[in-house]
DNA sequence: GCCGTTTTCGGCCCGACTGTTTTCAGTCG
């Protein structure tokens, strides 16, 4: 499963966080596979997650000698790291790999199949992949099996099957309509008190696996008919009495669990996550003599149990701050509550305009007056249109005498619209050579210039970071747009040198955008390193049509995941006060 | 393999569902 990506690989390092944390999820499984005590496998794991979710190159910072601590890394795995990291190899990765083909941990992938089984069907019909495994099922071989039978080779066929289609994780804006529609169909069924989203969809998560449903009811029987029933299901994975699987006809899962409305918050705190949350919210719960799941808390000594109808109640009984969804994740988040040093969120109605739009003017859709009354009725107070510099052939960059005609324009609406306002941006290409698009003197015409890498993205990371900083050097560039140029699913982010980054950003003053369109770039790891630098972000919807001015929301997201308060996101002052900041 | 305001050894989070089973292990979230 895709995590939060890490931070890419720089010129002097011979592997990156990425391939790093595949290496130890990979001798987790191979543990898992050979029968090792589990808490082992559980310890390469939690190493992976840490370095997978490091803000810097970790390989790189064991070559220079200065080691990051890596939590749960101890001796053993943290010499693991430091051999790889400066060899790119690891002698007990490869002498596992020797005992276990990489087409057994394939299988692995499959629903329901997993260490044990796989070791089985090794062990009885020496299967080392996916294709001998379908074959063998194809052929009624596992109900030779021990323990298996021809359902079991029904199921593995299915699983098979299903793997090529959740090859992808979906993408958050399409998992809140998928879920919004599921909501809308079930909401009035008779006996449903509650129904909200929960899981990563909740935690706001850039993309999501399965769609997480929690239901309050008085009686579950109505509701998971219901769900059974809806036209987009293809097929009901599990029903029982406390939750049910289906699986839509667009192909994502969706989990549904229902509660009594008196176990509300203990339920809604579980199926919200993370895991790594939840196991530190149980761990806490133990040290108070408590033991905590879905149902509530059980008194380890007396067995008493007792609910907690809402998260709050959850929380407090541990001691802790209500943690918001978007921060549960294991990564600090438990040690803030407990000292009561949560941030205050920057949350959407902080957020006083827009700093980054497109109209027809270049490769938008709608006129620049229909995109400023859609954001006005979004409630925004302005938005900074910021349509394309020439050499974006492909968008219909603009010529100086068309931002002339332009700036015309803006100036009639702003009369029509006031007190609504449009400030006067480009988005100014940076060029393969480095060199900006216009000219410093005519920079200086615009109230705000965002800067972005369209081009030359092969470049090694050094020109690009050269490219990068050159642009946050220049007094007139405001902000660096889109910085790490990723598109979910679909690009991988430039290997920056990030720590240089944010580092020059900080010192200019260089906002650094947070872009809610399916780009979700930066992303949370890297926006949290930036603030901690001392760069400022904004958020920005990046919108190329009205409808899109909603990805300004998942902008704001992405800033919570990141801990950001209010005053680290320059959009939360009034249109004066942000063209103050950037002067 | 990690870790310690009760511990340097003995723990390490909890429950539902499934399948093949006559009481439970494996898998999943």
Request: charged share 25%; proline share 5%.
């Amino acid at each position: 499963m895709p995590r939060p990506r890490a931070a890419p690989r720089t010129d002097d390092s011979v592997i990156g966080n990425s391939d790093l944390a595949r290496t130890f999820s990979e001798i987790a499984d191979m543990l898992d596979i050979l029968g090792e005590v589990v808490y082992k496998a559980v310890a390469y794991r939690r190493v992976a997650d840490a370095v997978e979710r490091y803000p810097d190159d970790v390989a790189a910072l064991f070559r220079h000698g200065t080691p990051p601590k890596i939590p749960g890394a101890g001796d053993a795995l943290s010499a693991k790291l430091a051999e790889l990291a400066e060899t790119g190899h690891l002698g007990y990765h490869e002498r596992l790999r020797a005992q276990v083909p990489s087409g057994m941990l394939e299988m692995l992938h499959v629903p329901g199949v997993g260490p044990r089984t796989v070791r089985l069907l090794h062990a009885a019909l020496g299967i080392t992949s996916l294709d001998e495994l379908r074959l063998a099922a194809e052929q009624g071989q596992l109900r030779g099996v021990k323990g298996l039978s021809a359902r079991t080779e029904q199921n593995v066929l299915a699983g098979i099957a299903r793997i090529a289609q959740r090859s992808t994780r979906l993408l958050l804006h399409d998992a809140d309509r998928l879920v919004r529609d599921i909501i809308d169909a079930l909401r009035d069924v008779a006996g449903v008190r509650r129904l909200e989203a929960a899981g990563s969809l909740r935690r706001r998560r850039a993309t999501i696996g399965d769609l997480d449903l929690l239901a309050a009811v008085d009686d579950p029987g109505p509701l998971m008919a219901a769900l059974d029933g809806l036209p987009q299901v293809d097929h009901v994975l599990a029903a029982g009495t406390d939750r049910s699987s289906i699986v839509l006809r667009d192909g994502p899962q969706v989990d549904l669990m229902v509660c009594p409305p008196a176990a509300w918050g203990s339920h809604l705190v579980h199926f919200t996550g993370s895991r790594d949350h939840n196991v530190a919210l149980r761990g806490r719960a133990l040290d108070r003599g408590l033991s905590l799941s879905e149902k509530g808390f059980k008194v380890v000594d007396t067995g008493e149990l007792l609910l907690a109808p809402t998260e709050a109640e959850v929380y407090e009984r541990l001691d802790l701050a209500w943690v918001p969804p978007e921060l549960r994740e294991d990564e600090g988040e438990i040690a803030a509550a407990a000292e009561n040093r949560l941030p205050r969120l920057v949350e959407r109605g902080d957020v006083r305009g827009d700093t980054h739009t497109h109209s027809s003017w270049t490769d938008g859709v709608d006129s620049i007056e229909a995109m400023a009354r859609a954001a006005r009725g979004r409630g925004a107070e302005y938005m900074v249109l910021t349509d394309h510099s020439p050499s974006l052939g492909i968008a219909k960059g603009l010529s100086a005498e068309l931002v002339a005609a332009q700036a015309k324009e803006i100036g009639r609406l702003n009369v029509e619209l006031a007190p609504f306002r449009i400030l006067h941006g480009t988005e100014l290409e940076i060029r393969a050579d480095g060199a900006l698009d216009y000219p410093d003197e005519m920079l200086a015409t615009f109230d705000v210039v965002i800067a972005s890498l369209h081009t030359g993205r092969g470049q090694p990371s050094e020109r690009l970071t050269r490219r990068a900083l050159g642009a946050i050097g220049n007094p007139h560039v405001d902000v660096l747009a889109h910085p790490s140029g990723k598109i979910v699913n679909v690009r991988d982010p430039l290997p920056l040198d990030w720590p240089r980054v944010f580092a020059a950003a900080a010192e200019s003053g260089t906002l650094l955008e947070i872009n809610g369109s399916p780009r979700m770039d930066l992303d949370e790891s890297l926006a949290r390193a930036a603030a901690q630098a001392g760069a400022r972000l904004t958020v920005a919807s990046d919108a190329h049509r009205t409808e899109e001015l909603e990805y300004l929301d998942y902008a704001v997201s992405i800033a919570r995941r990141a801990w950001l308060e209010p005053d680290q996101v320059a959009g939360t002052r009034s249109a004066d006060a942000l063209l103050a900041l950037i002067g």
